[in-house]
C-alpha cells in the first residue's frame, strides 16, 4: 500500500529476496511477473510499517553467518522500540528468488532457495515474542 495506518501497532517479520523476478526487490514489474503488477519497493513498504509503529528510523543490522555454501548470504534489519513493543524484522536475502527460505523448492524458475536461514523457525519464534493479547 501507498500508506500503512493500523488501529493499533503491528508486528512485522518480512522476508525478500535480492533476485526475485516475480515481486521485484525494488519494486515495479517483476521481470517475470505475470499479472505486471508493479509493486512498492521493499524499502518502500518497510517503512510505512516502520512509521505506523512509531519504530525507530535507524535499524541494527546484522549479517547471519552463512552455514550453508548456496550462493545466498543474509543480512537482517531489525527496527525497534515501537508502540507496544512493536518491531519491523527484514531479512534480505541477496542471491534468493522467489521461494520460502529454509525449504528446498523444486520449481527452478521461480530462483535460488537460501539453506541459511530457516523462516519456519524464524516466523515461530517472532509470532510468540509478538504474541497478540
Not at 523444486?106 to 532457495?113: A, C, D, E, H
Not at 516466523?123 to 493479547?133: C, G, K, L, Q, S
Request: aromatic share 10%; hydrophobic share 30%; with cysteine.
Amino acid at each position: 500500500a501507498e500508506t500503512c495506518s493500523p488501529d493499533r501497532p503491528v508486528p512485522v517479520c518480512h522476508f525478500h529476496g535480492t533476485d526475485d523476478e516475480f515481486a521485484a526487490y525494488d519494486g515495479g514489474p517483476g521481470k517475470r511477473s505475470l499479472s505486471r503488477t508493479r509493486f512498492y519497493s521493499v524499502q518502500h513498504s518497510l517503512g510505512q510499517w516502520i512509521k505506523a509503529n512509531g519504530c525507530r528510523d535507524t535499524p541494527k543490522v546484522t549479517e547471519l553467518p552463512a552455514e550453508v555454501d548456496d550462493g545466498t548470504k543474509i543480512v537482517r534489519y531489525e527496527y525497534a522500540a515501537g508502540k507496544r513493543g512493536a518491531e519491523v524484522v527484514h531479512y534480505k536475502i541477496i542471491g534468493g528468488g522467489h521461494t520460502w527460505p529454509g525449504q528446498p523448492t523444486r520449481i527452478k524458475f521461480l530462483g535460488k532457495t537460501t539453506g541459511n536461514l530457516d523462516a519456519n523457525e524464524v516466523m515461530w519464534a517472532f509470532f510468540e515474542e509478538h504474541a497478540r493479547d
